[in-house]
């Protein structure tokens, strides 16, 4: 689709990815819903604001997340698996096209978890490679929200290196929680239904205006808060101006595909904030060390970096690196 100004509909619109693409496609004629205008759950809904609107490419955006997924799984159903399924179908009818985000967390993320080892995190904090986001911290990562006991000292799983570690498009999904099993279904559901699908997996998106752990983290450190960090879960992280951007670079000129859109590197939430600590000139000593099974949540996946073989093969030039893009947001905020 090379069009110079198109019809683009954006469900879950109110999200933090619902309003960068807002943002990003200003110069079309965007209809940018959320959850009380268009319910997806709704298929005469659904099938009504498709047929009023005339969208030529739909974003759903539109999720349920993972915690809550486990606690509702058929809520989780609904928003994940039957919304894009009536999305789908209803594109399908007018030749349009749909654009629908998914997860990291359709792997189980065993393959790099199996081969790393663990280690003190004083060990793994000197062969930190550099250039490649993979530095790990003597402390950091993601907020406890629902309880761990935090720490100085332990282990860390060692920074995923090499190429058959990142996940790709080829590789079997094997969701280990509700919320990965939905999305995949969903991506299933949207791909059978609709020849122009882009499904677009990401992972560990922050940016502005989202009161996640990597979304606020670097403030926090700033104000001198304390914060508590998971350090043995490690993924690809993803910026969200820069995943919208590459999203507008594929639609624009890419076949429908499955994607996979992060920053380069890899990192953990640990290091995440260090970082973060780094470049805000804030005390890490701010930053509490705890480990997954210390935050009594659902489970999630150890190591699941990914790489676009998509974005590879279009000659699209790699995504920069997420330290990188951190500073930007940083210097941005």
């Known amino acids: 689709m090379r069009k110079n100004c198109m019809r683009i509909l954006i469900t879950g619109a109110h999200g933090l990815v619902g309003r960068a693409l807002t943002e990003q496609f200003q110069s079309h004629t965007v209809f940018a819903l959320g959850h ?9 809904a659904v099938n009504r604001v498709i047929h009023e609107l005339q969208p030529e490419v739909t974003f759903n955006c539109a999720v349920i997340g993972v915690d809550d997924c486990e606690e509702n799984p ?3 159903e609904a928003v994940n698996v039957a919304g894009p399924a009536h ?3 209803a594109v399908r009818e007018r030749g349009a096209a749909i654009v629908h985000f998914s997860t990291n967390y359709v792997f189980d993320g065993e393959r790099g978890a199996a081969r790393a080892s663990d280690q003190p995190l004083e060990a793994a904090a000197a062969r930190a490679t550099a250039g490649n986001g993979c530095a790990v911290p003597n402390s950091g990562g993601r907020a406890g929200h629902r309880g761990g006991t935090s720490t100085r ?3 860390a799983q060692s920074c995923p290196t090499k190429p058959s570690d990142f996940y790709t498009s080829d590789d079997e999904p094997r969701p280990v929680n509700v919320y990965g099993r939905t999305k995949l279904e969903g991506e299933r559901a949207v791909v059978q239904r609709c020849e122009r699908a882009f499904i677009v997996r990401t992972s560990w998106v922050f940016g502005e205006g989202k ?3 990597l979304s606020t983290v670097a403030r926090r450190l700033a104000s001198g808060e304390r914060v508590k960090a998971i350090c043995d879960i490690w993924a690809s992280t993803t910026y969200v101006a820069d995943l919208v951007r590459r999203v507008d670079e594929i639609v624009r000129t890419g076949p429908p595909a499955t994607y ?6 890899v990192c953990s939430y640990a290091v995440f904030a260090r970082e973060a600590a780094r470049l805000t000139g804030a005390d890490v000593s701010l930053i509490d060390q705890v480990t997954e099974a210390q ?4 489970p999630r996946p150890r190591c699941t970096p990914m790489r676009c073989l998509e974005s590879e093969r279009l000659g699209l030039a790699p995504m920069r690196p997420w330290t990188a893009a951190l500073a930007d947001f940083i210097a941005a905020g």
């Not at 009380?36 to 005469?44: C, F, G, Q, V």
């Not at 996979?260 to 590197?265: E, L, S, T």
């Open 153 to 155: 000292t332990g282990t």
């Open 211 to 213: 009161e996640s752990f």
């Open 36 to 44: 009380r205008e268009l319910d997806i759950t709704d298929a005469s």
């Open 260 to 265: 996979h859109i992060v920053n380069d590197g």
């Open 295 to 298: 935050m009594l949540r659902s």
């Open 87 to 89: 999305l789908a179908d």
């Open 74 to 76: 058929r809520l989780a």
